[in-house]
């Protein structure tokens, strides 16, 4: 079998391994089968081919693992994620909407929602804005807001 399908399997398999463990170590280590397959496919020696494959996974550790594990485990406050990413954005009204309940469409999406305030209520086709999420129910208000 020749030396560059090896690294290439090698890569594969580290690759499989990481979508295990997470912890982007074995995915640098793919990397650095790929730097020993492309040396193979340049014909160079079996040792070279080593040497390439623990010199690009010693960058990859070094360099690239930190950078991608901070953009992967810190965030910043003005990071949104769930349904904070929701907020702000307007809604078509598909249902009735009063203080108890109705229905709105964002995009494919169909969601329940009520007024933000008792005594106001949005017709079919009205456009409104979300102000927060409760659950599984926006909290919409006019789109003017």
Do not use: C, N, Y
């Amino acid at each position: 079998m020749a030396a560059w399908l090896l690294w290439l399997i090698a890569a594969g398999l580290f690759a499989a391994g990481e979508v295990v463990s997470l912890d982007l170590v074995l995915l640098m280590f793919a990397g650095g089968a790929l730097g020993g397959m492309t040396v193979a496919l340049l014909g160079g020696a079996t040792i070279l081919q080593l040497v390439a494959f623990i010199a690009v996974s010693g960058v990859l550790l070094a360099l690239v693992r930190p950078i991608a594990q901070k953009h992967l485990t810190e965030r910043t406050p003005l990071q949104l994620d769930g349904v904070d990413t929701l907020i702000g954005r307007t809604a078509k009204v598909t249902q009735e909407i009063d203080s108890s309940g109705g229905r709105i469409r964002m995009g494919a999406d169909e969601w329940t929602a009520r007024s933000q305030h008792s005594g106001e209520t949005f017709a079919v086709g009205d456009t409104v804005r979300i102000l927060q999420v409760e659950g599984a129910t926006a909290v919409v208000g006019d789109a003017l807001e």
